[in-house]
């Protein structure tokens, strides 16, 4: 069974910058399409970036990729999200999602889900 694990996140001021990644624990790294969603607390989850298995496919929702950049490190075995000059309402939880269909990743519909990894942003 493969499992995401999300790391990197934590308690930052309005402007400052934070890298999420997100790992495989179990189940192979590669072949699996990786995306990043967001549930701010009281509101739905949202998507937030995409990748393919082999690099491409790379996409932010429109209103963050001025922000945010999504990469992958084959050799680390890990999907990265570069987010900057955070906001207040990036503030949440951010879950990595895995699986072998791009489009089903990109929806929300992953196979595989981490437990999420904490952001807040405030002053």
Same mark, same amino acid.
């Given at each position: 069974?493969?499992?995401?694990?999300?790391?990197?996140?934590? /308690?930052?001021?309005?402007?400052?910058? #934070?890298?999420? !990644?997100?790992? @495989?624990?179990?189940?192979?790294?590669?072949?699996?399409?990786?995306?990043?969603?967001r549930?701010?607390?009281?509101?739905?989850?949202?998507?937030?970036a995409? @990748?393919?298995?082999?690099?491409?496919? !790379? !996409?932010?929702?429109? /209103?963050?990729?001025?922000?945010?950049? @999504?990469?992958?490190?084959?050799?680390?075995?890990?999907?990265? #999200?570069?987010?900057?000059? #955070?906001?207040?309402?990036?503030?949440?939880?951010?879950?990595? /999602? !895995?699986?072998?269909?791009?489009?089903?990743?990109?929806?929300?519909e992953?196979?595989?889900?981490?437990?999420?990894?904490?952001?807040?942003?405030? /002053?």
């Amino acid at each position: 069974q493969v499992q995401p694990v999300e790391s990197g996140g934590g /308690s930052v001021r309005p402007g400052e910058s #934070l890298r999420l !990644a997100c790992s @495989i624990s179990r189940g192979t790294f590669g072949g699996l399409d990786i995306a990043w969603y967001r549930q701010a607390p009281g509101r739905a989850r949202e998507f937030v970036a995409v @990748i393919g298995w082999n690099g491409g496919g !790379a !996409a932010v929702t429109d /209103s963050l990729k001025d922000r945010f950049k @999504i990469t992958r490190d084959g050799g680390k075995k890990k999907v990265f #999200l570069q987010m900057k000059n #955070l906001k207040v309402e990036d503030t949440g939880v951010y879950f990595c /999602s !895995a699986g072998h269909t791009y489009e089903k990743v990109r929806g929300g519909e992953g196979e595989y889900w981490g437990q999420g990894t904490p952001v807040n942003v405030s /002053s």
